[in-house]
Structure formats: C-alpha cells, structure tokens
C-alpha cells in the first residue's frame, strides 16, 4: 500500500504534503508524489512544446516534496503523468495500491468546485478509495480550530 499525494506547489499542496508525510509516516508506507501534466490542445509543435514546459514545472515542483519525505525519513516515488490532475492520482492510486489520495484545497466553495470541476471535488466523487482534502492555511475552518501555522498540518495520529 501506499499515500498518494496530488502535488503543485500551491498553498494547499503545501499543506498537503506535511500531512501526507504524517499520514506515510504514521502507516510506515511510501508517499507516491504526483503532478498531472496535461498540456491544453492536442496536437502540434506549440503544444509539445507547451507540454514539456509543463513536464518541467512538474519535475521542479515535486523537487522540493522529495526534499521533504527524505528529511523525514519516508521513501518516495514521483510520477509526473501527461494527465489531467484527477485523472492522474486516480491511476496512481490504482498502480500503487493506494492506501489514501491526499490533495490541498484552495478552499472554494463546493458550488464553484461543481461548476469549475476542481480536482479535490472530482476525486471526492470518482476515487474508489478515501480522499483526504487539506484546506489551504489560514481559512476559516483552519482559524477556528487553531490550526499551526506556515503550512505545518499539526498532530494527526496520536
């Protein structure tokens, strides 16, 4: 088994990843670090160049999520897949025997995120295993609850 984790480089993957960390950690598994790197068209030089643009900013991104499952000690893969991001933890998921898919939230509201087809609403609706969405620091759900601070997920296994 493994943690799945969906990872850009935004606020909410940042968070994210602190707790899938803790999560890999907690259940002794490796973190599988994914980026879904599909290029917008379908064909065409401007879109093979668009998609290993794409590719690059993946590879970069998910550089510093290596950086922090080796300082914590948790073993990790990365995969950076020519998908759309569901899509892409969808079937790592499936190849690696996910145990948890986890994503950061940017905290839209979840009529924007039907609308709009986020991929934390889309892995709600399609995963065949559980999901974990993590709201970007500094919410209002976050505030309530004295949530640490600087990306940092607090204690989630006791």
């Known amino acids: 088994m493994s ?3 969906g ?4 606020p909410g993957a940042e968070r994210a990843l602190y707790v899938a960390l803790e ?10 670090l994914v980026y879904g790197a599909a290029a917008p068209g379908a064909t065409g030089e401007e879109y ?4 290993e643009a794409v590719r690059q900013a993946g590879r970069s ?9 080796d300082a914590a000690g948790v073993p990790s893969t990365v995969e950076v897949v020519d998908e759309k991001p569901a899509q892409a933890l969808l079937d790592a ?12 939230s940017w905290g839209d509201s979840p009529i924007r ?3 709009l087809g986020s991929t934390p609403h889309k892995l709600l609706h399609l995963s065949p295993v559980p ?12 505030i309530a609850a004295g949530s640490p601070p600087r990306g940092k997920a607090g204690p989630l296994v006791s």
């Not at 990872?7 to 935004?10: F, K, P, Q, V």
């Not at 991104?61 to 499952?69: C, D, F, S």
């Open 3 to 5: 943690v799945v984790l």
């Open 7 to 10: 990872y850009d480089e935004s």
């Open 23 to 32: 999560v890999a950690t907690a259940f002794g598994e490796p973190l599988v």
């Open 48 to 51: 093979r160049a668009h998609r």
């Open 61 to 69: 991104a998910l550089a510093h999520a290596v950086e922090e499952a």
């Open 93 to 104: 998921a499936e190849r690696h025997h996910a145990r948890v898919i986890i994503v950061g």
């Open 113 to 115: 995120g039907a609308l």
């Open 131 to 142: 999901v974990l969405c993590v709201p970007t620091e500094g919410g209002p759900a976050q």
